[in-house]
């Protein structure tokens, strides 16, 4: 399963590399960061993401794909982190992608 969102995230995003973010903004980053890139692959039915939309959404967080594949790579085997990690991550996604279905439903209606 790791395995997989680290593929996932290295399709989507690639950068130089550089130092593991600070601690403190390390989670709510790469949560924010996957959350959107993720949500831009389903919304646009593709596989891939342009690299300007990519760069633009690695720029709302700060950071870089090789960022977020460090992050996978430093806390991967942490079982309990991982589990918190992408149960948060799927609960987001689906919240986002419920407000993205009603948004266009209500836009059908106007």
């Known amino acids: 399963m790791v395995f997989a969102i680290a593929l996932t995230v290295g ?3 690639s950068g130089d590399a550089t130092d593991v973010f ?4 390390e989670r709510e980053a790469f949560i924010g960061a996957y959350v959107d890139l993720r949500a ?12 300007d939309v990519r760069d633009s959404i690695l720029a709302v967080y700060g950071v870089t794909g ?7 790579d430093i806390h991967g085997e942490d079982v309990e982190f991982m589990g918190g990690l992408w149960g ?3 609960g987001l996604l689906t919240e986002r992608l419920q407000q993205d279905a009603r948004d266009e439903a209500n836009d059908g209606l106007e």
């Not at 600070?22 to 903004?25: L, R």
């Not at 831009?40 to 690299?51: A, F, H, N, R």
């Not at 090789?66 to 992050?71: H, I, Y």
């Open 40 to 51: 831009e692959v389903l919304g646009s039915g593709t596989t891939e993401i342009q690299g």
């Open 88 to 90: 948060e991550i799927e």
């Open 66 to 72: 090789e960022e977020l594949l460090e992050f996978v």
């Open 11 to 13: 399709w989507s995003c």
């Open 22 to 25: 600070d601690d403190s903004v």
